[in-house]
């Protein structure tokens, strides 16, 4: 693995800009995280197909972030390299007439959303709130409890760097699950075509503000977290397992037990990734005794 000659390949690509040593607390919504050997952000399909070549000509590791909302990083940081989409995936084109959306993987949900809602489109409103990208969204099939995006989906593009091409699914290629999709494993979400309805506007806001009131009324909104740590087992409520195992509050360091939502584990301004992974570790333990349950994470980790 020679970092030094990744940089020296990429040097001179206008679409691709490398950076070394950057901290990752600044990616992530935990603020957590130290740095990663090398962050390269890719502007164009062209970029990134290029730097994905090289890293893998040079035996580097690497991983594709959105905004890091889902995501744990170790306090040592990544030994690899860290990639994010650019410019030329931010945009995205609405046509109102057939009620669809076509936004790049690198587009902000909340853009998304609010793009919806000021051309009369309902379909999204369970996304509202909810940080990062589309193509995380799209990935891990975000939404409410009841309601995911997967099911305004018509297709997405993906990059696949093991057939080293660009590749297309339907709605009907990808089996989509509570926070969990068969997107292959390896794959890239370059792009998501959605298709939504037209409703007045006045009625799309009211659902907005329902579902932004309610998570600011169950969630600890603003205090720097990951979202869910764990999955919800089947017919299970995760969150009011953890409650009444009399974990609200615990903590560990910095890192704590929401007092808000249990299920959720929030920097109270100086948390390690360590104090983190003791606190899910801890409620991990708790939650098998009372119940009998292997939870299973729903964050990710890196450099772990």
Partial sequence: MSAFNVIMALSGAADIDVTEAEPLRRH????????????????????????????????????????????LVSDEGYDGAVITLGREFSRFVTDPEACTISAGAGALLSRVVNEAYTRGLTGLEACVGIPGTLGGAVSMNAGSRDEWIGARVDEIRVFSPAERRLKRYGYEDITWGYRQTSIPRGEIVLEAKLHLEPED???????????????????????????????????????????????????????????????????TGNARAEDVVRVIQHVHATVREAYGVELQPEVKFLGF
Avoid at 39 to 60: D, K, N, P, Q
Avoid at 231 to 250: Q, T
């Fill in 28 to 71: 992530t919504t935990y603020r957590i995280g130290g740095p990663a050997a090398l962050f390269l952000t890719c502007h164009s399909y062209h970029g990134l197909r290029r730097a994905v070549e090289i890293l893998e000509h040079e035996h580097m590791e690497w991983v594709i972030l959105g905004k890091g909302s889902n995501l």
């Fill in 201 to 267: 506007k006045a009625a799309i806001n009211a659902r907005m503000e329902k579902s932004l009131a309610r998570r600011r009324r169950t969630q600890p909104v603003g205090a720097p977290s990951c979202g869910s740590v764990f999955r919800n087992p089947a017919g299970m409520h995760v969150g009011k397992m953890i409650e009444d195992c009399g974990l609200k509050g615990f903590s560990i360091g910095g890192a704590q037990v929401s007092p808000v939502h249990a299920n959720f584990i929030v920097n």
